[in-house]
């Protein structure tokens, strides 16, 4: 079956030196294929999916208890490690400080 409503993990980072500082800007992590920006065409890969993306939909059905690879993808994404950057559309963060 399929929900009314989709819930979404949403992985961001932010260079401010105070992530609790109101100004601080966060910026997010875009996937291949997870959805996001209305405006960017649907990936279509049909029968294949990205595994990652599609982990990320069942994640949010979840706690983070339940999916603790979700905290090792952070902290991969924190220490900018190329292989799991290289699984996700954007990095926020190239050419830059890590978050």
């Known amino acids: 079956s399929i929900t009314k409503e989709r819930t979404e993990v949403v992985l961001q980072g932010t260079s401010s030196v105070d992530p609790n500082d ?3 800007v966060w910026e997010e992590y875009d996937f291949k294929c997870k959805p996001g920006d209305l405006k960017r065409r649907p990936c279509f890969i049909t029968p294949y999916h990205y595994r990652l993306d599609w982990l990320m ?3 949010a059905f979840q706690t983070y208890e339940q999916n603790e690879w979700i905290i090792h993808l952070a902290g991969k994404l924190l220490a900018q490690e190329e292989e799991t ?3 996700m559309a954007t990095n926020p963060f190239a050419g830059r400080a890590p978050p």
Request: charged content about 0%; glycine content about 0%; aromatic content about 22%.
């Open 57 to 59: 939909w069942f994640a």
């Open 85 to 87: 950057l290289s699984l």
């Open 22 to 24: 109101p100004a601080a």
